[in-house]
């Protein structure tokens, strides 16, 4: 079978120009010039020195530039690693925050994550990502032994013989719990009696927290409040687990041992692929710079991916299907993103600025349930709150855009003559674009202005 295949993994290797090869086969043989630039106590040292130098300047005047900026290094991953380290911890006393990107590559992401347990503040900017604060398992469990110990004089906990700690649980249903290690290590339960009271302790207004954690751990959080709530901490009536299902690819369900886990990064890259492609077949991008188009495109991939997630139920799994997600028609990301774009390039060719409403118009039955839809607003937050579920506001989200477009292609908006109706339609269709786009950002996805 004949295919054309492309290759898009150019960030860590790719195939080089013959040229460059035959270059780089003169420094491999024996009878070329293989020797470390770097000694300069024989022969083959400085031949291997003259030529990285000759690379050097044939570099610099590629790019324009001066042949001592140029500096080659061992291979990527090293480079990037000793760079992110070297300068994070050089320049510490200036700052600790590091911004970097969701969809970098993994040599990036390797060390910022290990900053990132040293105690560094990392924004992945890609998903909006950011942390008000960090607490360390190293730091947590000390304070969680504490506890333990008030727990055992209290007779909440016991010994066994063998110095293990444990609480039994079985008159609440529940089973015996291992608190402590007979060696005194600790396990996740004691690291997390440690940072809900540490937690507490920096935040003592806070009137309750919410658990974001997968319903395979379920379990762990019962016995969590409820040793809590044993402990005397009222604060514990107040804590909530929000269990959310697990998600399944269309192939079934992903399981690192079997090889079928889909990397976050990669998974985004690829989204990113695939906006750009619809988005140049159905969208007017003429307009739009280089940067813009690139924006729109991390928007709308990015945007697919957060609401194909959140619109489902918090507690339901998810059958993710990356091709449906970012389908421009249907309950996706791109169909609000597209219609928040349509009514901002709609209020832009509005020929004059809307003055005031009449209240005496009489309004079509399209208005009408536009209105209400938009009246609605209100208590899809306020429900999605109660509920912990941003499932409500997305699909709110959703009918609210289809009944606008509903509206849109049944009713003439900048080509009526009744210039009070024009006025109400703009207006109207203005307000419609401000709660799509404030619904939106409560979801954490962006809508452009155009698509």
């Known amino acids: ?34 020797g470390n630039p770097a000694s300069r106590s024989h022969e083959f040292g400085w031949k291997a020195d003259e030529a990285v130098e000759k690379a050097r300047l044939h570099v610099a005047n590629l790019v324009n530039a001066d042949s001592r900026e140029i500096v080659w290094t061992s291979g990527a991953t090293e480079s990037d690693n000793l760079a992110i380290k070297g300068a994070a911890k050089f320049y510490k006393d200036r700052g600790n925050h590091i911004i970097t990107s969701k969809i970098e590559h993994k040599a990036v992401l390797d060390p910022c994550r290990q900053l990132e347990r040293e105690g560094f503040e990392i924004t992945y900017k890609n998903l909006g990502v950011s942390f008000d604060s960090y607490y360390y398992e190293s730091d947590t469990y000390l304070l969680g032994k504490r506890i333990i110990d008030k727990g055992i004089k ?11 700690v444990w609480i039994d649980l079985t008159n609440e249903g529940l089973d015996q719990k291992l608190l402590l290690r007979k ?46 709530k044993k402990l005397g901490f009222e604060w514990a009536q107040s804590l909530y687990h929000l269990s959310y299902g697990m998600v399944d690819l269309p192939s079934g369900k992903m399981k690192s041992r079997e090889g079928t886990v889909v990397d976050a990064d990669n998974l985004i890259s690829n989204m990113i692929i695939q906006a750009k492609l619809i988005s140049e077949e159905v969208g007017k991008l003429d307009s739009l710079s280089y940067n813009q188009r690139n924006n729109l495109y991390e928007n709308i991939a990015l945007g697919a991916l957060k609401y194909f997630i959140l619109k489902v139920d918090p507690k339901k799994s998810i059958l993710f299907d990356p091709k449906a997600s970012i389908d421009f028609n249907g309950n996706t990301g791109p169909f609000i993103q597209y219609t928040h774009a349509r009514i901002k390039t709609l209020i832009k060719r509005a020929p004059t600025r809307i003055s005031g409403i009449d209240n005496t118009l009489s309004l079509n039955n399209k208005e009408r349930e536009l209105i209400k839809q938009l009246g609605r607003y209100p208590d899809a937050v306020s429900l999605a709150g109660e509920q912990y579920s941003p499932a409500v506001i997305a699909n709110y989200l959703y009918d609210l855009v289809k009944c606008y477009n509903t509206f849109y292609q049944n009713l003439s908006i900048l080509g009526i003559k009744d210039k009070n109706l024009k006025s109400f339609r703009i207006a109207l269709s203005q307000k419609v674009a401000e709660v799509v786009s404030n619904a939106s950002g409560l979801l954490g996805i962006e809508v452009p202005d155009s698509m």
């Open 183 to 228: 060696d005194g290590t600790s396990v996740y339960m004691t690291q997390d009696l440690g940072t809900a009271l540490k937690r507490l302790e920096d935040n003592p207004n806070l009137k309750g927290m919410v658990y974001t954690v997968g319903n395979e751990q379920d379990y762990h959080f019962k016995v969590l409040f409820l040793i809590l």
């Open 154 to 164: 209290d007779h909440i906990f016991y010994k066994k013989e063998d110095g293990s």
């Open 1 to 34: 079978m004949n295919r054309n295949l492309v290759y898009f993994d150019y960030a860590a290797t790719c195939p080089v120009d013959p040229r460059v090869a035959a270059k780089m086969q003169d420094c491999l043989l024996i009878d070329g010039t293989f």
